[in-house]
């Protein structure tokens, strides 16, 4: 998979309603419920969380997936030199401004370099 794809796909997890969190990669039940590095069982993810989801990697900072690491460096390169997770957390939703341009830049960003 591409990594705007996955990036892509990422977002569309998040922006569903009920399935954004932050403070933990993943949670059961509710944007509230416990954290849970069991990806069949989270329910809601934080940026990083969706990320690791689509890409099949662990939800644990284990085993890495490339292409995840790939996807979560164009993220991480969209904030401006904060870490993703400061801004995820910071959030109030995932519609929030600083939320939609570290993600809207990271997918434009992730299809030029595939064009080339």
Do not use: H
């Amino acid at each position: 998979m591409k990594t705007s794809e996955i990036l892509m796909n990422a977002l569309d997890i998040i922006d569903t309603p009920g399935q954004w969190t932050k403070g933990a990669f993943a949670r059961k039940g509710s944007v509230f419920g416990p954290s849970t590095l069991d990806v069949n069982a989270a329910t809601c993810f934080c940026s990083l969380g969706a990320i690791r989801k689509v890409s099949g990697a662990a939800l644990d900072n284990g085993y890495m997936r490339n292409d995840a690491l790939i996807a979560e460096d164009y993220l991480m390169g969209a904030t401006g030199g904060a870490f993703t997770a400061e801004i995820n957390d910071a959030a109030s939703s995932p519609f929030d401004r600083k939320m939609s341009e570290m993600w809207l830049t990271a997918i434009f960003c992730a299809l030029a370099d595939e064009s080339e």
